[in-house]
């Protein structure tokens, strides 16, 4: 099992910038690849980002590529992603989740942590 835990998360104006961090415990982390999705009121989960088990490979969704970056760091048992040039449409519930090499869909997920972006 895999204990994961988001913190960063607030309130922002836009065109600010954030960072949240993903904490895990239990497994040894850089056997999981790591992902990020949100959720907005009343809306489907959404993809955020993607990282790799070591780091190296990261893919983003269409609507944060280019201003959000996802980074892990194996060593302190730890995920990021840095959000900048934030908008109004990023406020949602972002959630870390991992899952191992062998798995279709991510198994462990976080508690998630509120982002909210306005004026």
């Known amino acids: 099992q895999v204990q994961l835990a988001e913190s960063g998360g607030g309130l922002v104006q836009p065109g600010g910038s954030l960072r949240l961090t993903c904490t895990a415990s239990?497994?040894?982390?850089?056997?999981?690849?790591m992902g990020w999705f949100r959720q907005a009121p009343g809306k489907e989960r959404e993809f955020v980002a993607a990282?790799?088990?070591?780091?190296?490979?990261?893919y983003y969704g269409t609507s944060v590529k280019g201003r959000f970056t996802a980074s892990r760091d194996n060593a302190k048992n730890a995920g990021y992603l840095q959000m900048n040039n934030l908008k109004p449409e990023d406020t949602a519930v972002y959630y870390c989740?991992?899952?191992?090499?062998?798995?279709?869909?991510?198994?462990?997920w976080g508690q998630g942590t509120q982002v909210s972006v306005s004026a």
């Open positions: 239990g497994r040894t982390f850089s056997n999981y690849a």
């Open positions: 989740a991992a899952k191992s090499l062998a798995a279709f869909e991510y198994e462990y």
């Open positions: 990282i790799s088990r070591s780091g190296d490979g990261s």
